[in-house]
């Protein structure tokens, strides 16, 4: 794993800061706090590294670093099509050194029913998509990219957004993700509808993402329909930096009144089962934050809808047969 650092000295001496704040996912804190101290040590800026969890593009540390009063943040790891994002938070990229070359001498077997493959991967990875797909191409496939829309580049998708690999669902046979996030590749499944293959170039195995999307649909369904009865609703705004998606909440609630239900709006930062426990009094929640907490199977006694489910539910209520909710772009 390799930090773009040359981005990060490029900014500290464009911006020449007295404070900087550093962000990144868990899996980075020992390599970014490296850097922390280099940066210290050659440029002479004091430096503070944030241990809270970092989720993604959506989870800047844009707004702890105005209330801490550092100069510049660097948001470290997950790579998008903005370079900048809020008044100082900067992105930079990690490229992950894994060599796909073996995984996908494997994977050509698994994959000869289909002839047209659309390939995608998360943003580490994004450097290895041109060789994997003339790797792919040269054991005669046709391979398909798709093109970055807003935040997301060639090939890249996220945990919430999915767009690239949508757009080309109607060209393709199946799809391939690149890496080892199953949340990623069970989306890319889910989202599309077509037939999605994990290729690890870890353990260099090839998974058929079928089983755990039908079991991850179901489940979400299955929620759905647990909060058909509901009366109470609570609202939840997520106050991370890009999960504060307050309009879409106050939209959503007025929607819920129009059905007869009550509702309040609560804001988190953390969605937990924890953190709903006080709120005995409601049914059932909606969360505006991060699809993800409602859809990878995080454990809460009542329903705690995404978006997309909460869509799912008006139709019901609306008397509309449940349709493949979760086939879009994005599920924000």
């Known amino acids: 794993m390799k930090i773009d650092e040359g981005r990060v000295v490029e900014e500290i001496r464009r911006v020449k ?101 659309g390939l995608c991967t998360i943003s580490q990875h994004l450097h290895s998509l041109d060789s994997a797909k003339g790797l792919l191409e040269s054991a005669g496939f046709e391979v398909y990219v798709g093109k970055g829309h807003e935040r997301l580049l060639d090939g890249q998708v996220m945990g919430c957004r999915f767009t690239t690999s949508f757009s080309i669902r109607g060209e393709v046979d199946a799809l391939v993700f690149l890496g080892q996030s199953r949340f990623h590749a069970v989306g890319v499944a889910l989202s599309s509808g077509k037939s999605t293959f994990m290729l690890d170039p870890y353990s260099e195995t090839v998974e058929d993402m079928g089983v755990q999307a039908e079991q991850w649909g179901k489940r979400t369904v299955l929620q759905i329909y647990k909060a058909v009865d509901a009366k109470r609703f609570g609202i939840i705004v997520g106050l991370r930096d890009g999960q504060m998606l307050s309009a879409q909440a106050v939209h959503l609630k007025k929607r819920f009144q129009k059905h007869g239900r009550e509702a309040r709006l609560i804001t988190l930062r953390e969605v937990t089962e924890e953190r709903l426990a006080p709120f005995r009094d409601l049914d059932a929640f909606i969360q505006t934050a991060c699809p993800r907490i409602s859809i990878d199977g995080s454990v809460f006694s009542r329903p705690v809808l995404s978006t997309p489910q909460a869509e799912a539910l008006f139709g019901i209520w609306e008397g509309k047969e449940l349709s493949a909710f979760l086939e879009r772009p994005s599920w924000v």
């Open 17 to 117: 800061p007295r404070l900087v704040l550093l962000s990144c996912p868990e899996g980075y804190l020992r390599q970014v706090g490296d850097l922390a101290s280099r940066l210290e040590r050659e440029f002479g800026v004091e430096t503070m590294v944030s241990a809270d969890l970092c989720y993604g593009v959506c989870d800047t540390a844009d707004l702890d670093a105005l209330k801490l009063g550092a100069d510049l943040a660097f948001h470290i790891g997950h790579r998008s099509g903005f370079t900048k994002i809020g008044e100082r938070t900067v992105m930079v990229d990690v490229f992950d050194d894994a060599d796909f070359s073996k995984v996908i001498e494997k994977a050509v077997v698994l994959l000869k029913p289909y002839r047209r493959l």
